[in-house]
């Protein structure tokens, strides 16, 4: 991965923690969207096979 993706990525990753952060104060750390599609991740079972880091060069939609 190209030191401009990673650079991408880990803004993309700050906006999403900066975002979360200001939305604390009108909801709890574990309520909402948040909530729900944590536990969806955490709850699915694991792949079958790995997959190419290159594969996650995408953006969060990958995440």
Do not use: I, K, T, Y
């Amino acid at each position: 991965m190209s030191p401009e993706a990673m650079l991408d990525l880990a803004r993309q990753a700050a906006e999403v923690l900066v975002q979360r952060n200001g939305n604390l104060g009108r909801e709890g750390a574990w309520d909402g969207e948040f909530h729900d599609e944590l536990a969806d991740r955490l709850m699915e079972d694991p792949p079958e096979q790995g997959r190419s880091p290159h594969s996650r060069a995408a953006g969060p939609a990958g995440l």
